[in-house]
């Protein structure tokens, strides 16, 4: 226990203020640098150049996006419902810029005024409150699709809400065994699971639930292979086809934005959060106001987490684009069925399974701690062997009619036609 | 501070409620019951009942009302819509009604809610602390009230079957 | 705090209750039935502060069962307008005679 | 309750025998009315096997001293409060002797129906009926309380109806139908109203339970039991056509002849006769009720016969004369000779079943006749027919057997029979009563005369003299098939020896005659029946006056009754022939006296005017002004119109909107919070 003093009110005020703004402009830095990288990434990936001519590296090249978007022509569909289709962008950026506020960023600095947490908020109801936030970004997107008056808009508005709706479940659903082992829902809580209750990330022991969130947090956002609600060949560009300038950039911050509040979650969730592993230095926890447990908090040790922190975060920022550049779009249909009749109940078999792991556990005596987690993994192996056997045979997201037919049907020859008798077309899955 | 935001978020709320009540467009209206629900939240909060105030933004804002905007959106109320507001008289009598209803309900609730019991608040506090903000909740959910937990979820398969019954144009 | 709630409870419910009285179209009588339901919520969380951690319980509850309604309302409003392509209700006067 | 020496061998079935062949021929009706030949086989064969059934029971009775009716107890019909009636069936002497009467009589009429009917489309639906008919006439005699006797009477009321009227399309034989119904209902009123009058008294309605407790609990000649029989016998004036009643039955000859010839000359009408035998008891009781019994017997007789001498169709002459002979019986059982009228009932069925099929062969030739040669005459009357011997030789022989019996020729039945209600009403004329019955001794004499008589006439119309029907028609003129005329030989036969059973004590003992049964056997036979009620009458009555009431003994009455008959006979047969009649179409309306009696003492007129048009007239006063104005306008369109307009003004309130519902309700809810709080 280390008593490092609490801050007082008028502190707490400053701090918080200071951390809101310092938080905020780093995402906003952040995101636009994430534009950068993305075209950069998909350059890499499909063997080009990508932007390179503004500043070096063409580093400045969204500070000059920045600017055209802002010099650009507003402009307004005809028929368009003028307060909404304004409204919808700002429900869309709101969420996604807030969301950040209780993820713990890195360990607790001192200060001469007392501790600072670095966390925006620290919330009892911790990820309750990301998933609150979360459902609230479907606002924006429905509003600017129906307020737009154009069907594709329309369509990719209805497609984006009825995918995000069905993926919350799942999300909502693979954090569960997360807070079974936590045995709270705040984030904190988590990280000190990891860090020194079980010693273990939990995507080991929680690996299934770590793949169904991440593939949930790929739909929440909208990415690829879950853009359908802009899809480009079908839909031109979705619920934002008519936007432009500045109210366009915001939708494309909220989307970044998400990516990076989400790519947040899941280092903090499953990959220790700011923990640096194999060191125990770090290991500290603030019980009280000002009161610490475990290490000693210093000032070096907040940066080294926060770097720690920052490269996991941009491990899963590069992981959505990389799969976005790698893997093909699904069909509406495939991400409805994957989405309720895959996630829902592999998420909820998961929950029992890891629900009865602890109770044996438990029943076995066997303290909370690294053989616990260890026994879990064992388990979770088991689990996700079974499960990515199920999803490997053509039936589940197969991606074409033609796999699930007999292999023979592929090589029959065409029918001959004899006289009197009606064409028969051999089924070919074309 | 949190008496002010008290202020802030009721008054909100009120003309949030108000917005809904008096709004033609359908969609405004949901906009506005949806700032009523996020008041409340905020409302819940500064009552001390976060974990309420969350599922309060997660089933009402987040799942509830944006089922009825997708209605609004599908059954297309919320382009060509027809004004629904009743006239004259019947405005009078609804808000005659509204404030009778509202001062009774007053009466009831203060002179008899309040004063029956109290210090609920330090009991609560005292259970956030040892189970925390889902724990304090949790606990009697799964321990008093089982069977009544359990019969949601029942009431909740019920109603699903229910609606896509209604909702198929063939069953 | 609490007896303010209350009467902030209360006013939201009478302004359902106007809504009710008020609005024709079906989906705003029921999120008028949404907002009583809500007043309702309040006042639970409110009076908790007093009687203790039930109050929240049957918020909890009382969200159930608004969920189960708001999807079975739905359902019924959208096969109304499949029927009769309108939802408003005074389209709707079989219960006369 | 059964008896050591003696077990009824299937009672249930012999009466459920006839309904099975209903069913069978009522499906058959409904199904295919065309297969015929089902019909041919179930509708007599259930009476054949019924008849069977009662002889086997009967030949186990003979032989034993049977002191108290058999009761077979199926299951508790009624229960209701103290009230518990069995569907019950009780068989003693006096139901096994009906029972064998209407099986027998009815198989041997449903075998004559074979041919009588074999061309009618309703054939089917005919033997349906008839099988109906006698299910309901074996539940009469075999019931073993009152409501089940009641049902049978009810019953075989309705077949009666279905089968006057049955063919319906002809109006007047419909309404001839509703006729009968409508007397027969009045009748019924009084069986209930005696009925329901022995239930608050006697508190059951057991024939047992009844005729033990009668004697005690009713005073003798007191007017409570007086009541309950002049009830009874209300009813038994309808369904046995007595008067006031009789009006009926003459109407009721609009039936198929073979229907005529059973339920409306056998069966049926004797129901009164065996109601009254059954209820002896009470009867006894009350010998007021005796003399109006007898008196109405005695005059229904003389009546009858009066009105049968000027009719020309022949089988209203029938029909009167079955009235004129029921007569007969009610006297014989008012003058308390039970015994007695069950034989006469039984040589009755026998003669005149035979005098109906008799003339049922006559009408068939001549309707032939007719029919062949598209005559529009009326195959019935009298008038229309003459010299029929020649062509119905068999008919003519077996009529004349019949009229014989029934004019109370010896040896034939109808002379023991009669000639023994004769002398019992002389023989009683003892008690305060005595000059009663010696008046209605007179009267029987004098319609034994008249029937004599009038009998004469009807042969000598209907096959002596000159033929009336056309010399082309007489040579379509046939005499009936086999399975018609062997009917009617059993019935000749039935018709002369029937009467030997019960031979009066006075001839059995003439030493030419010693080869015949013993005498007096159906008294004999019962004797136990009868004996509560003769226990009753006996020691009031005192010994018989052999010789009343002007001297000479039972035999020399016989002989002059017998004497009487054969001069009238001869006499008449003369007179008769020496008549010149022409053909109905032709004749003159009768006149004078003769006219009187043709228009049966305009009997039918004057109840039209004193009760039919009467009860029109107030009926449709009561249906204008009770009916019409009254109740369906005042009070039930009235209340109607009332809680219309109160619903009226209360849909004012429903406006069908929603939101006016919710403010309502809202309404009421804060009414409630106010009343709660200020």
């Not at chain 2, 059954?75 to 509202?102: C, E, Q, S």
């Not at chain 4, 049926?268 to 009867?283: D, I, N, Q, S």
């Not at chain 4, 109160?646 to 309502?664: C, H, I, K, V």
Request: aromatic share 12%; with cysteine.
């Amino acid at each position: 226990m280390h008593d490092v003093g609490a801050l007082s009110r008028t502190a707490f005020l400053i701090v918080s203020a200071t951390m809101v703004v310092g938080v905020f402009t780093l995402i906003m830095v952040a995101v636009a640098l994430f534009t950068l990288l993305e075209r950069r990434l998909s350059a890499w990936i499909q063997d080009r150049l990508g932007p390179n001519r503004v500043g070096p590296q063409g580093i400045l090249q969204p500070v000059a996006d920045g600017l055209k978007n802002l010099l650009k022509e507003e402009t307004y569909p005809a028929q368009a419902s003028r307060i909404y289709f304004l409204l919808a962008p700002m429900l869309s950026i709101t969420p996604a810029l807030i969301t950040f506020a209780v993820v713990p960023f890195a360990a607790p600095l001192p200060t001469p005024w007392g501790l600072v947490e670095m966390v925006i908020a620290d919330l009892p109801i911790g990820i309750l409150y990301i998933l609150a936030l979360t459902s609230l970004g479907v606002y924006g997107i429905v509003m600017a699709g129906w307020s737009s008056n154009n069907k594709y808009a329309f369509l990719g508005g209805l497609r984006a809400s009825a995918q995000m709706v069905s993926y919350e479940v799942g999300l909502g659903l693979s954090l569960i065994p997360v807070f079974m082992l936590a045995g709270n829902v705040t984030l904190t809580q988590v990280v000190w699971t990891q860090q020194e209750e079980l010693g273990l990330w939990l995507a080991l022991p929680l690996g299934l639930a770590f793949f169904l969130f991440v593939i949930s947090a790929f739909a929440e956002t909208n990415r690829l292979p879950f853009d359908l609600a802009e899809a480009e060949s079908e839909l031109i560009t979705g619920y934002h086809t008519e936007y432009s300038s500045m109210k366009f950039s915001m939708f494309f911050i909220a989307e970044y934005s998400n990516v990076l509040t989400a790519s947040a979650l899941m280092a903090t969730l499953f990959l220790g959060g700011w923990d640096i592993p194999f060191w125990q230095g770090d290991d500290m926890r603030v019980v009280a106001p000002g009161v610490v447990q475990g290490a000693l908090p210093a000032w070096w040790k907040t940066l080294l987490t926060l770097g720690v922190f920052a490269g996991k975060t941009v491990f899963f920022v590069f992981l959505f684009m990389w799969v976005r550049w790698t893997v093909p779009r699904f069909r509406y249909d495939q991400v409805m069925h994957l989405g309720w009749k895959v996630m829902l109940p592999t998420a909820l078999a998961y929950i029992t399974l890891v629900g009865t792991s602890m109770l044996v556990l438990d029943a076995l005596d066997v303290p909370f701690g690294l053989r616990y987690g260890l026994f879990l993994t064992a388990v979770n192996l088991v689990a996700a062997i079974v499960f990515l056997w199920l999803l490997d045979r053509d039936r589940v997201i197969g991606g074409a009619t033609y796999r699930r037919l007999p292999r023979t049907a592929l090589r029959r020859e065409p029918p001959l036609v004899t006289a009197g008798e009606g064409v028969v077309l051999p089924n070919d899955g074309t | 501070m949190s008496d002010l935001l008290w202020w802030v978020f009721a008054s909100l709320a009120i003309g949030g409620g108000l917005g809904m009540v008096t709004r033609k467009n359908p969609i405004a209206s949901l906009l506005f019951l949806v700032l009523t629900f996020f008041s409340l939240a905020a409302l819940y909060v500064l009552l001390g009942a976060h974990f309420i105030a969350a599922i309060q933004v997660i089933v009402y804002a987040g799942a509830i009302m944006v089922l009825f905007l997708f209605v609004i959106m599908l059954l297309n109320l919320g382009h060509d819509y027809r004004p629904d507001v009743r006239g004259g008289a019947w405005i009078v009598a609804g808000f005659a009604t509204a404030g009778l209803t509202g001062w009774l309900l007053t009466r009831v609730l203060t002179t008899e809610g309040a004063v029956v019991a109290q210090g609920g608040e330090l009991e609560i506090a005292a259970a956030v602390r040892e189970w925390n903000a889902v724990g304090a909740i949790a606990l009697p959910l799964f321990r008093d009230y089982l069977v009544p937990f359990e019969l949601t979820s029942v009431l909740l398969l019920v109603a699903i079957i229910g609606a896509v019954l209604l909702a198929k144009r063939r069953v | 705090m609490l007896t303010r709630s209350l009467v902030l409870s209360a006013i939201l419910f009478g302004l359902g209750v106007a809504g009710v009285v008020v609005r024709r179209n079906a989906i705003i009588l029921f999120m008028c039935i949404e907002l009583m339901l809500n007043a309702v919520n309040l006042a639970f969380v409110a009076l908790s502060r007093a009687a203790g951690i039930e109050g929240q319980i049957f918020v909890f509850f009382v969200m159930t069962v608004a969920a189960a309604e708001a999807a079975v309302g739905l359902a019924i409003i959208i096969s109304i307008f499949r029927h009769a392509e309108t939802v408003d209700m005074k389209n709707f006067n079989l219960l006369r005679w | 309750m059964e008896h050591a020496g003696f077990r009824p061998v299937l009672l249930g079935l012999i009466v459920l025998l006839p309904l099975a062949g209903f069913v069978i021929n009522g499906a058959v009706a409904l199904l295919a009315p065309a297969r015929k030949r089902i019909v041919t086989w179930a509708g007599p064969g259930v009476l054949a096997l019924a008849f069977a059934l009662a002889l086997v029971n009967f030949f186990g009775m003979l032989g034993v001293e049977l002191e108290q009716a058999i009761v077979r107890d199926y299951w508790s019909w009624m229960p209701v409060g103290n009230l518990e009636v069995a569907a019950a069936l009780q068989l003693d002497q006096l139901s096994m002797l009906m029972t064998l009467i209407v099986t027998g009589v009815s198989f041997v009429i449903h075998v004559y129906s074979v041919g009588y009917m074999g061309d009618d489309p309703g054939y089917a639906r005919y033997f349906a009926y008839l099988n109906l008919f006698v299910f309901f006439m074996l539940v009469l005699v075999l019931g073993a309380n009152f409501p089940v006797m009641f049902v049978g009477w009810e019953g075989v009321g309705l077949c009666s109806y279905l089968l006057i009227g049955f063919w319906f399309r002809d109006r007047e034989k419909a309404d001839a139908g509703k006729k009968a119904f409508i007397v027969n209902r009045i009748g019924d009123l009084g069986f209930m109203v005696a009925m329901l009058l022995l239930f608050t008294n006697l508190g059951s309605l057991d024939f047992e339970e009844v005729f033990r407790a009668a004697p005690a609990t009713l005073a003798y000649g007191g007017a409570l039991v007086t009541t309950i029989t002049l009830f009874l016998f209300l009813g038994a004036t309808g369904k046995s056509a007595q008067i006031p009643l009789y009006i009926w039955l003459p109407d009721a000859m609009a039936g198929p002849t073979p229907v005529s010839a059973l339920i409306h000359a056998a069966t049926m009408v004797t129901a009164g006769v065996y109601m009254v035998a059954r209820t002896g008891v009470l009867f006894a009781l009350a010998p007021v009720s005796m003399i109006v019994v007898a008196g109405i017997g005695a005059l229904t007789a003389l009546f009858a016969a009066t009105i049968g001498l000027a009719q020309y169709d022949i089988k209203k002459v029938l029909a009167y004369s079955t009235v004129s002979q029921l007569g007969y019986m009610f006297l014989a059982v008012g003058v308390g000779a039970f015994g007695t009228g069950m034989f006469h009932l039984m040589t009755h069925a026998f003669f005149k079943a035979l005098l109906f099929r008799g003339s049922g062969a006559v009408i068939h030739a001549v309707h032939g006749a007719f029919h062949h040669t598209h005559k529009e005459w009326d195959p019935q009357d009298m008038r229309n027919m003459g010299g029929l011997r020649h062509y119905l030789p068999l008919t003519w022989i077996v009529m004349w057997i019949g009229t014989l019996a029934i004019s109370g020729v010896w040896p034939f039945a109808g002379f023991f029979s009669k000639d023994e209600i004769i002398w019992q009403a002389a023989a009683r004329a003892v008690g305060p009563f005595a000059p009663w019955f010696t008046a209605f001794w007179a009267m029987a004499i004098a319609a034994a005369v008249l029937t004599a008589f009038y009998m004469t006439r009807l042969m000598i119309m209907t096959f002596h003299g000159e033929i009336r029907c056309g010399a082309a028609e007489c040579t379509h003129l046939h005499e009936v098939p086999a399975v018609m005329s062997l009917p009617l030989v059993v019935l000749a036969g039935l018709s002369t020896v029937g009467g030997w059973v019960n031979m009066p004590h006075a001839i059995a003992e003439l030493p030419v005659l010693g080869w015949l049964p013993s005498a007096e056997w159906i008294h004999a036979w019962l004797e136990p029946a009868v004996r509560p009620a003769e226990a009753i009458l006996g020691p009031r009555l005192g010994a018989l006056n052999e010789a009343a009431p002007l001297g000479g003994g039972e035999a020399f009455w016989a002989a002059v009754a017998f004497a009487l008959a054969v001069v009238v006979i001869g006499v008449g047969s003369s007179v008769v022939l020496r008549w010149k009649y022409r053909p109905a179409l032709e004749s003159l309306e009768p006149v004078g006296l003769k006219k009187v009696l043709y228009r049966k003492w305009y009997v039918d007129e004057a109840y039209e005017t004193l009760i039919v048009r009467p009860v029109v007239a107030t009926s449709r006063a009561l249906w204008r002004l009770v009916d019409e104005a009254l109740i369906d306008n005042v009070l039930v369109n009235g209340a109607g119109y009332t809680s219309r307009a109160f619903g009226w003004a209360g849909s004012r309130l429903q406006t069908g909107q929603l939101n006016t519902y919710a403010f309502a309700v809202v309404l009421g809810a804060l009414i409630l919070l106010g009343f709660m709080l200020l």
